[in-house]
Antibody, heavy 125, light 110 residues
């Protein structure tokens, strides 16, 4: 069965860096887009970044562009998120999600059919 | 401020029907498909509806999705106490080249 397990969360000081990982099992990882989505404490869901099956195409939310980098290792069935210049606004649970996306021709469509349990990132001094 | 607008909360009695709206614009809902997610307290979100009105296997047929113009709607019939959760709409915004989420709607089953 499909499983996504995030790791690497923790406490980091403002301005610091952290790297999240998502281990994928139970499906052909290299065939799927993957996405990071976060949720600040008591708040709604926010899209962070998506990457194509071969990792050559990536999309980022404006709030993280230039600070976060998504990378995938298809040989290891692993999705990673390198987060730099972290601020208090980045405190959140970070979920990885298997993604279906079709945006070349309208209507564009995107959905996330499997989610991990999430990794908590806390940015605080 | 979310690109997609959802009511903060809705409520209804067990067995009743409820609808949750998601309002956007021509650059997102108006020309693209919508997906809906259920998030029970303390758990990861779960896909309920994709491509505006399709249910994945495992999603009960009490859940339905529709769209009209720049608004989408999630319908839930035969409400159960287990349906108490937060519900989110999601779509692609062609102008922003970004995934956009609604702010979420808290469903209370009275």
């Amino acid at each position: 069965q499909v499983q996504l397990v995030e790791s690497g969360g923790g406490l980091v000081r403002p301005g610091g860096s952290l790297r999240l990982s998502c281990a994928a099992t139970g499906f052909p990882f290299s065939d799927y887009f993957m996405t990071w989505i976060r949720q600040a404490p008591g708040k709604g869901l926010e899209w962070v970044s998506s990457t194509s099956p071969n990792g050559m195409t990536t999309y980022y939310a404006d709030s993280v562009k230039g600070r976060f980098t998504v990378h995938r290792d298809n040989a290891k069935n692993s999705l990673n998120l390198q987060m730099n210049s972290l601020g208090a606004e980045d405190t959140a649970i970070y979920y990885c999600a298997r993604t279906f996306i079709s945006i070349v021709l309208p209507p564009a469509a995107i959905h996330f059919d499997y989610w991990g349990q999430g990794a908590l990132v806390t940015v605080s001094s | 401020q979310s690109v997609l607008t959802q009511p903060p909360s809705v409520s209804a009695a067990p067995g009743q029907k409820v609808t949750i709206s998601c309002s956007g614009s021509s650059s997102n809902i108006g020309n693209n498909d919508v997906s809906w997610y259920q998030q029970r307290s303390g758990t990861a979100p779960k896909l309920l509806i994709y491509d505006t009105n399709k249910r994945p296997s495992g999603s009960p047929d009490r859940f339905s999705g529709s769209k009209s113009g720049t608004s989408a709607t999630l319908g839930i019939t035969g409400l159960q106490t287990g349906d108490e959760a937060d519900y989110y709409c999601v779509t692609w915004d062609s102008s922003l080249s970004a995934v956009v989420f609604g702010g979420g709607t808290k469903l209370t089953v009275l």
